[in-house]
């Protein structure tokens, strides 16, 4: 095993101005420092050239704190490092750009290639619930070494001296390697090895994802920006009629709750997590319905000219983080965050395993056309994905082994239409037949029954009050009142009596062990669950979602490794994974061979 890490002069690799600073690698005793871009003292340390560093890495186990992040930018920078200075000489070892590098950067990104080891993942099977676990905590908590982030002004390593970025560079790779042989002893004692082999072999897949991309199509990104400007432009006119903007600015929260709670007299029905008045749109539903009932047309008009500048705003926000974030080959990177990482400054990820996504937030795409068009592939390729359908209700119905859900996946119905014929005395034919039929004077009323069924759905399974589930059918556009959605969480149970036995099981576990585990061994400690306060009834809700989520999340990682191996010999890459979806580009000439191995693929039982 080598240990790895890189000093960057920024977190993205994928901008003009990225530049790959040092390269350290080595183990728990030594660390060897080259210096690619750094400006200070043109050497690499302790005698070594680009091909000791390319014999170090390849083929090898690689290991880092956050590993992902180094194996990214070392494979993005590594076509750039043309020149290499011996230790402390000035005798210059040129490397031919196009066959070595070639030949490096295949053997680096090869599946079968250098294998990722990240000593993040494996201390968060251990403990998930630390506050922080940076390499920094870590290195002081279990090998008692003080703390070095002010070593260095790591926000600005490039005008570092060089001994100084080396020297920070060095004890990052010796630590990484100390914290690694730690961690893969007591795994070993608590049995997890296997498990931890099963989360790092898909972590070089999903590194790869990453550094592929996913195209863009600038025209339409430009069109689409200039359509929600004018927009936002004509709901700010409207809203102003009413009350002009140089008194309120919709932009302002505070300037909002002046006027609707001060000047207008509304009563406020819900607070922010520090103490103010929320005007969030649950909020302002309530407000037009508030207004509605007043009748008073003109706030009413106000609050839904509102509602949907907040929308475009949000929509405008994301379309120029998309903007600013593609490459110069009209590509955006995002980063997948495989586990859960915090620190003293920032956190991201989650204690489920489900994987999230960042810079930009491609797990979160609002559902809507005119911004998912923005995510295409170039001219001669195809756009296709892979859904592993309502996976969380099948993990649910595994568990449980409740018959009723069972039936219904295994004869292939529409979980939520088979559900809501279950829960209202419907037959599942005519539940069909109408929902398909917009002519039907019942249309109307039994879509919006099923929208209200399928949120139910998903809520259970978060342990949803009747309170949550009424605030999601709001946000749905469903206009149930809270008193249907106690009745619907009633009847839910009582027909799925098996999930909902298994359901009170686990919330027993939680409150009797504090712990949760999934069907793979994964853990999730829930010091302090009752049911007496808000904070311990949310851990039980963590406690009956943790086994679900987890395994959901487990089945779509193994997916994701299995069909990296197999899809090498088609013109095609992974491009996205969203929760229970896998997005490919593939060659137009090579769609169907490469449907027909998919689905081979992604049906094998785990």
Request: charged share 25%; hydrophobic share 35%.
């Amino acid at each position: 095993c080598i240990s790895l890490d890189v000093e960057t002069n920024m977190l993205s690799p994928y901008t003009k101005e990225s530049k790959l600073l040092t390269i350290g690698i080595g183990d728990s005793q030594r660390a060897y420092i080259f210096n690619i871009n750094h400006p200070g003292e043109k050497h690499i340390a302790h005698y070594g050239d680009l091909f000791t560093l390319f014999n170090s890495i390849v083929n090898k186990n690689l290991i880092g704190h956050n590993v992902k992040f180094d194996y990214t930018w070392l494979v993005k920078e590594w076509n750039k490092i043309n020149v290499i200075y011996l230790n402390c000489k000035e005798t210059k070892i040129y490397v031919p750009n196009n066959e070595v590098n070639k030949y490096i950067y295949d053997k680096l990104t090869s599946i079968n290639g250098c294998k990722l080891i990240d000593t993040k993942i494996l201390y968060n099977l251990i403990d998930e619930t630390s506050p922080d676990n940076s390499l920094k905590a870590l290195a002081a908590n279990f090998l008692g070494i003080e703390r070095y982030e002010s070593d260095v002004n790591v926000k600005d390593l490039i005008n570092e001296p060089f001994d100084k970025v080396a020297y920070y560079n060095g004890k990052d790779v010796i630590l990484t390697a100390r914290l690694f042989e730690l961690f893969s002893k007591r795994l070993r004692e608590l049995d997890k090895l296997t498990l931890a082999q099963q989360m790092l072999e898909t972590l070089k897949c999903i590194a790869n994802i990453e550094l592929y991309g996913i195209y863009i199509d600038e025209s339409y990104l430009t069109d689409l920006k200039n359509e929600y400007l004018a927009k936002i432009d004509n709901i700010v006119s409207s809203m102003a009629d009413i009350m002009p903007i140089d008194k309120v600015n919709p932009m302002s929260s505070k300037q909002l709750c002046k006027l609707i709670y001060s000047e207008w007299k509304y009563i406020a029905t819900k607070m922010t997590e520090a103490g103010n008045i929320a005007i969030d749109n649950s909020v302002i539903h309530q407000l037009i319905n508030f207004a509605l009932k007043n009748n008073n047309l003109e706030h009413k008009k106000y609050f839904e000219d509102l509602l949907e500048f907040k929308k475009y705003q949000k929509l405008l926000t994301y379309v120029n983080q998309i903007e600013e974030l593609k490459d110069e080959n009209n590509r955006v990177h995002t980063s997948y965050n495989v586990t859960r990482y915090i620190d003293s400054h920032s956190k991201s990820g989650t204690v489920t395993g489900r994987i999230s996504s960042s810079n930009p937030n491609l797990q979160n795409i609002p559902l809507r056309n005119d911004i998912r068009n923005i995510f295409t592939v170039p001219d001669g390729y195809k756009f296709i994905e892979m859904d592993y359908s309502q996976l969380e209700l099948r993990v649910g119905a595994f568990y449980s082994q409740d018959k009723k859900m069972i039936s219904i996946f295994e004869n292939d119905q529409d979980i939520h239409s088979a559900v809501t014929a279950e829960l209202l005395n419907r037959d599942y034919s005519e539940v069909m037949k109408v929902n398909n039929d917009e002519n039907d004077r019942r249309h109307e009323q039994w879509k919006q029954d099923r929208k209200a069924v399928k949120t139910l759905n998903f809520a259970i399974l978060y342990g949803a009050s009747p309170y949550k589930v009424w605030e999601l059918c709001q946000q749905a556009g469903v206009n149930y009142t809270l008193d249907q959605c106690s009745d619907l969480i009633e009847r839910w149970l009582s027909r799925y009596k098996d999930m909902g036995s298994w359901i009170k099981r686990q919330q027993n576990d939680v409150i009797n062990t504090y712990q949760a585990s999934s069907a793979t061994g994964r853990d999730r400690h829930l010091l302090g669950a009752n049911w007496y306060s808000g904070i311990g009834r949310g851990l039980i809700r963590q406690g009956v979602n943790f086994p679900i989520q987890t395994l959901a999340s487990e089945i779509c990682l193994m997916a994701i490794n299995i069909i990296s191996k197999d899809i090498i010999n088609y013109d095609a890459h992974i491009i996205l994974t969203v929760h229970d979806s896998i997005c490919f580009e593939v060659n137009e000439k090579q769609v169907n061979p490469f449907l027909t191995l998919i689905k081979e693929l992604a049906t094998l039982s785990v």
